[in-house]
Nanobody, 122 residues
Framework: QVQLVESGGGSVQAGGSLRLSCAAS?????MAWFRQAPGKEREGVAA???????RYTDSILGRFTISRDNSKNTLYLEMNSLKPEDTAMYYC???????????????????WGQGRQVTVTS
């Protein structure tokens, strides 16, 4: 069983920045961020496999950056130029299988964190 512990997030005004972290109990092949806003379906945000090759969903391209520190088994999401529509609960996810992507149709990720709230006010 892989444990994922998230930290960071919070509340910020539009245009601001926040950072999320996700510490995993082991170094696992694929780690990703998802988000879910109230009344909406869960949406994939970004994914990165253990050696790099980040993948992003279109809505956050150029604003969010995913990264990993494999020495710490930790995944990060740097969020800049935040918009009110970025408000959601953000979840870290991990899986040992390919492909490492959050694109629709990918098999569900096996391991999930507890979630961190990100609120962007206008």
């Amino acid at each position: 069983q892989v444990q994922l512990v998230e930290s960071g997030g919070g509340s910020v005004q539009a245009g601001g920045s926040l950072r999320l972290s996700c510490a995993a109990s082991i170094n696992i092949y694929c780690m990703a961020w998802f988000r879910q806003a109230p009344g909406k379906e869960r949406e994939g945000v970004a994914a990165q496999y253990i050696l790099g090759d980040p993948r992003y969903t279109d809505s956050i391209l150029g604003r969010f950056t995913i990264s990993r520190d494999n020495s710490k088994n930790t995944l990060y999401l740097e969020m800049n130029s935040l918009k009110p529509e970025d408000t959601a609960m953000y979840y870290c996810a991990a899986d040992g299988s390919i492909p490492c992507t959050v694109a629709p149709g990918r098999a569900p990720f096996r391991y999930w964190g507890q979630g961190r709230q990100v609120t962007v006010t206008s």
